[in-house]
């Protein structure tokens, strides 16, 4: 499964995205009530760091345009609820000098997908973590209350846990 990031935008008002294929990738199906509900990707690919760290930077940029095109011309959505659904980004250093950067990938077309996603960066090593948790987490539904799973409730710190013990 390939990692999917923002890439630079050819025009303000148009996204897109960038498909990386890492060497090694474990993908992992979520089952709930007999059904298949999501996603978890977790990509190691030490041969792109330098364009992962590229695109982290671009996705950073491409959130924030998507984020603005989803709200332009309605009522902006209060930045603690989009959080609550893991719609927001942050980067932070990582002890031993390493980068953790968090976004949501979002895409629109006959629906709304959106992948939180973790990319941990050091100077040798890069490793993406991926999920899909419209349908796992409820935010599928006309009136999406927040959920208890840690995958829902914390995507950054779940996602981040996964990308920090595997590249131990």
Known sequence: MPVILYSAATTPDKM????????????????????????????LCPEHVARLRRLAATSAQGFDTMLWLLQKGSQPSPPDRLRSMG???EQSALPGGGELHYLAIIAVGHGVAVLPTVLVLTDAQAMVVQVET???????SPNPSPSPV?????????????AQRLLK
């Open 16 to 43: 897109d995205y960038e498909r990386v294929e890492c060497a090694s990738n474990a993908t992992f199906t979520i089952l709930s009530q007999a059904n298949e509900a999501g996603t978890i990707a977790v990509s």
């Open 87 to 89: 719609w927001y980004r």
């Open 134 to 140: 419209m349908k796992p987490c409820g935010f599928d």
């Open 150 to 162: 840690p995958l829902c409730a914390d995507p950054k710190g779940t996602l981040s846990a996964i």
